[in-house]
């Protein structure tokens, strides 16, 4: 059953000519100091895709700070190849690949970057969003924004805490991902050994450039904490119009090679 479930998730999105989505991602970040604190952060996001070559993503940060209450990054990829923007940063970056912009842009993102995209495009580099889907436990039936959905639990990687997809019982395609993460020094010790090791392995410039940027940002100690992270997704097979993968005007003179 839930390796049936799981293939036919796979054939839809791998299958369809055309996918878009809009949602939100929630997340509470959690601390012991030595009372609970906690705090919310919301980033909306969309994407849109027509195969084979015609993709945008962008997503927005919202209510963290006065000075950042509206970070938006862009990423598009159409006749011109793959670019991105991100507001906190100047200039647009070109790209190899769909998947190099989105695999940088998923901790900033909440996880949305990647979500659906290794879906749509089977082996790009952001890896499958439901590895080891087919050895998990499926929970119950429920509702998700009106529609019934299979309720599915697994766990990505040994490494990783299980986290909870919501399919829609009807069209198979991802309505909610609920995530939990524990951030403590073994979490960020173990990033760094994995960053350490990929950068032995043969990489594009691109690749090895973001590698040795998040080994560099890598902190050394911070206080641990704890997300709890939920993804409200709702997709669409309908072709999204034309417009949305036009280069942005204000791109047309900012381009820089990533």
Known sequence: MISELVARVRAIYAGCAAYQDSGVVTTVFLRDRPKQVSSTVTKPFRTAFVRPDRFRFEFAQEGVRR???QQRLTVVWNELGVRSNWTVKPGVETHASIGAPLVAANGVSG???????GLLLPGVETGDPLANAEHGELLRAASEDGRECHVLRYSP????PPRTVWIDAREFL???VDDTQVFDAAWYEAQRARHAELLKGDLSEEQRAMLEHMLAQSPGSQQPFRTETTTHCKPSLD??????????AEW?????SA
Do not use: H, L, M, Y
């Not at 996880?111 to 995209?117: E, M, P």
């Not at 072709?239 to 942005?248: C, H, L, Q, R």
């Not at 047309?252 to 820089?256: E, F, L, P």
């Open 239 to 248: 072709a999204p119009d034309a417009s949305v993968f036009a280069t942005p």
């Open 111 to 117: 996880g949305s970057a990647r979500n659906v995209v």
């Open 174 to 176: 991802i309505r909610r």
């Open 252 to 256: 047309a003179t900012d381009t820089k």
């Open 157 to 160: 990687d040994v490494a990783q």
């Open 67 to 69: 000075w950042n209450e």
